[in-house]
């Protein structure tokens, strides 16, 4: 991972202090200078660094005043190369079940899947971080899109651009449809961070991770 300049000032020395002697401890970063002049820094990064493992990133054409806080070892690490895990024993461990229908499958009624997940290149997640930049909403769609192949619109009758209704068991969304063949037919895609595209999906979740299951829900699209 690369460690973001996000925090500043006190916000930055109080988290570090938190961090320490934990899986993601990143004490040894010095603040937005060093994550500056290092172009970015892999974490954990705890205090003293990684100095038996340098990269030695390069120093040449940086000011002075980054020379100086530039240790080497900010980035190009291989997480675990030790072969030591986050974990008691020091092992890793993997968890298997064998694999299983989705919980619920498409029928006459509701007949494509609705997959959901990154929309555009300026979108992630739940926007908490990315929708505080004025940078990044300009370039966020500004409608609510959903992607579906172009033989599922044709047999539905409608069209690419047209406004359209995409139903679930739970509610349903007036939305833009962009036809695309990207998708492969029997599937449509909305972006998962409009808070509104929630009401659609299915409140299933991994039993070990409890990650929630964005990537199946049965819906249909209609003209709207």
Do not use: C
Not at 95 to 124: C, I, K, N
Not at 125 to 142: D, E, G, Q, Y
């Amino acid at each position: 991972m690369v460690w973001s300049a996000i925090l500043a000032g006190s916000r930055f020395r109080a988290d570090e202090g938190s961090s320490k002697g934990r899986p993601h401890d990143f004490t040894g970063i010095k603040g937005y200078v060093h994550v500056d002049a290092a172009g970015g820094i892999q974490w954990p990064y705890p205090e003293g660094g990684f100095a038996d493992t340098r990269t030695q990133l390069p120093r040449d054409g940086l000011p002075p005043e980054f020379r100086s806080v530039v240790s080497g070892d900010e980035g190009g690490r291989r997480l675990f190369g030790s072969g030591k895990f986050f974990t008691a024993d020091g092992k890793a461990k993997f968890l298997f079940d064998p694999p299983r229908a989705p919980e619920e499958p498409t029928d006459g009624t509701y007949d494509l899947v609705l997959m959901t997940g990154r929309g555009a290149s300026s979108q992630w997640h739940t926007l908490s971080r990315t929708n505080k930049s004025a940078v990044l909403r300009n370039l966020s769609p500004t409608e609510l899109l959903l992607q579906m192949n172009p033989q599922d619109a044709a047999r539905a009758g409608i069209h690419s651009g047209e406004m359209v209704r995409v139903a679930s068991r739970r509610g349903r969304l007036r939305v833009r449809l962009v036809a695309t063949d990207h998708l492969r037919p029997g599937t449509v895609f909305l972006p998962m961070h409009d808070p509104r595209v929630n009401i659609l999906t299915f409140p299933s979740f991994d039993p070990y991770s409890r990650q929630p299951s964005y990537k199946h829900a049965a819906v249909r699209v209609e003209k709207g």
